[in-house]
């Protein structure tokens, strides 16, 4: 019975070695995963950067498209101190010493969206602060679904194609409704996507872009009907602009959400409409248009009834 603690002992040694091992494998093929996805740690040490002129000694194509690229531009600052090809690729000594390995250099055609995304805010995260909260972000639409972050036109935001042809790309249920016979001109380019959109998150739905008063989205341009009035219209405060009109495109003049326009202001006056002095029934359409005398049905500094 002595006998059996010593080969107990004997084999103790060595399955706390196997563990080591496994220990230090596991860690060693986390490192390489993280090599393959990020490039190198963001605590490396200066003599693991190589600068710009190394990186286009043998990406001369890249090199040469950059020179009027944003990022370029911040590169010279401080004696060519700022961004440089490795403040998004990561350290790039591996990678050199590797003869161009591109696991030990951050890919971004292996990266994951969140992944790029993450590299990008890294810098642009005070701009954007609410993508990755934005429908885009979480739909897994990245920066680089958008933006072509070598190209030499910075003019564009470098972004892969002009609007609204880059929006129509996801957006095709919307491409119609500017095509129809009353719509706002975006394919015309008087008007563009972003002039009503933040595509980079707003705390609006659909990513409209933040105002006080939210329908200053549509008279920042409408500035007839703009305000402020004596005599508000109720629903143009409480609804929005929406509340009567579709943005995007109708078959109904004015954009309006009815092809009439008793039927649409019947929608909340029915009541009034109905069996009084003005003749007509909830909903008729054979009567003249409530608009005829109620002219100025968005706000009026005279008249409460919007008559004048």
Known sequence: MRQKPRKIARYVPLAALAGLLALAGGRRASAQTATLQHGSGAAASSNQYVGNATCAMCHQELASQMAGNPHHKIAMLEGHAGHTCESCHGPGRA????????????????????????????????????????????????????????????????????????????????????????????????????????????????????TVDQNMVCVKCHIDVRGPFVYEHAPVKAEGCMGCHTPHGSVNARLLNMPNINVLCNQCHSQVAADTVHGMNSGSSDSIPCTTCHTYIHGSNMDEAFLR
């Open 95 to 210: 990678h050199v010493d590797g003869g161009g390995d591109i696991t030990k250099i951050r890919h971004f055609d292996v990266l994951t969206p969140s992944q790029i995304d993450a590299t990008c805010l890294s810098c642009h995260a005070q701009t954007h602060p609410n993508f990755m909260r934005s429908p885009h972000g979480r739909a897994g639409v990245s920066c680089l679904s958008c933006h072509s972050i070598h190209k030499a036109e910075p003019e564009t935001t470098l972004l892969v194609a002009t609007q609204p042809l880059l929006c129509y790309r996801c957006h095709s249920d919307i491409k119609p409704s500017f095509s129809m016979p009353f719509h706002h001109r975006v394919n015309e380019g008087l008007m563009q996507c972003t002039d009503c959109h933040d595509v980079h998150g707003t705390f609006q739905a659909n990513n409209l872009r933040n």
